[in-house]
């Protein structure tokens, strides 16, 4: 990954990099490699994020049908 500094901002380089890293899933990476996750525990969490995952898109799968 690389970020260019114009104009020795590097303000905005930093904005850039933080921007890049959160669209990549580094910070979200970061926050789950903290501690250790027994492997039920990971199940468990994959498998309600998947349930969210399902429940966002038959509502707005409904929304777009209604909207009809």
């Known amino acids: 990954m690389q970020i260019i500094v114009r104009d020795n901002n590097v303000e905005q380089a930093l904005r850039a990099l933080k921007k890049k890293l959160q669209r ?3 910070y979200r990476e970061m926050k789950l490699r903290r501690h250790y996750e027994k492997p039920s525990e ?3 969490r ?8 399902a429940r966002k898109l038959e509502r707005k799968r ?5 909207a009809r």
């Not at 994959?46 to 995952?53: G, K, S």
């Not at 409904?62 to 209604?66: A, I, S, T, Y």
């Open 62 to 66: 409904v929304e777009r049908e209604g």
């Open 42 to 44: 990971k199940r468990a």
């Open 46 to 53: 994959e498998r309600a994020a998947a349930i969210r995952r």
């Open 24 to 26: 990549e899933g580094v």
